[in-house]
């Protein structure tokens, strides 16, 4: 299990890795964003360091896009670096036992810790890709991303709708461990909304219909929509591989 040392090592090294790719150029398009260049990415992980940092510091920004924007006058790149050295100052300083407004259930500063280090690793490797390469990903935090998804955006629903299950069961392995999930459709009504969506709620000891493996940084990146299929090896229905990336895309 990683520290929240570990995580702010892996968040200040990604972090220059990310910088150090989108410094080869702005231009480029990032394969898996589509409609985004280089510079839309920095635009955006600056915002997201920038609103993190300002929730830790007891800020909390309730708006997305944030208000945190960049500065006129300001290359993207270079607020990223400025933001991204403030965000990795916050973390460090803060206690991660201490309270922090998040969207999730647990409410501490641990929760960016962990999240912002994930959260760096992806758009490092978006960074890197629109540059025609990938430096390596540990697999230890890359195991941890396959947790944190399963733990946070995956799996689960609010009280105030409702989970449909189905027939239909999937599982992951990775790094010595393993996620068993039975797929269904959340539905529900908020603030005159209505929800209709594919989920995943996790039932281990489930007897799967397909079973997704590989190395940690291939599924990590796979499901976040960083990575193809092939990079995967499906065992049963195929068809259940694209519907739990359908689930990670929400």
């Keep these: 299990m990683l520290s929240h040392t570990d995580f702010l090592a892996h968040l200040d090294a990604d972090s220059h890795l ?35 940092a300002d929730i830790v510091e007891g800020g909390w920004v309730d708006e997305w896009p944030p208000r945190n924007k960049l500065p006129e006058g300001v290359g993207p790149l270079d607020w990223y670096r400025r933001e991204a050295a403030r965000l990795y100052r916050v973390l ?35 960074a890197e890709q629109a540059h025609g390469y990938e430096s390596l990903v540990d697999p230890d935090l890359a195991t941890d991303g396959v947790a944190e998804l399963f733990d946070v955006f995956v799996t689960g629903y609010p009280e105030w709708g409702d989970y449909s299950p189905d027939a239909a ?41 397909a079973v997704v493996s590989g190395e940690p940084d291939r599924i990590l990146l796979w499901m976040w929509g960083r990575a193809p299929l092939s990079d995967v090896t499906v065992t049963g229905e195929l068809a259940l591989a694209h519907r739990l990336r359908e689930v990670c895309s929400i």
């Design 169 to 209: 069961v999937v599982r992951v392995e990775t790094g010595n461990l393993s996620w068993t999930g039975r797929f269904g459709r959340f539905t529900g009504t908020k603030e005159g909304r209505d929800y209709d969506l594919p989920t995943l709620m996790l039932e281990e000891g489930a007897e799967p219909h």
């Design 92 to 126: 460090s300083a803060a206690d991660p036992i201490a309270p922090a407004k998040t969207w999730a259930d647990e409410q501490t500063v641990a929760f960016w810790i962990r999240r912002m280090a994930q959260e760096t690793l992806v758009h490092r490797v978006d």
């Design 18 to 52: 990310l910088a150090a790719a989108a410094a080869r150029g702005l231009e480029p398009d990032v394969p898996c964003c589509p409609g985004w260049t280089v510079r839309d990415l920095m635009v955006h992980i600056g915002e997201v360091v920038s609103q993190k």
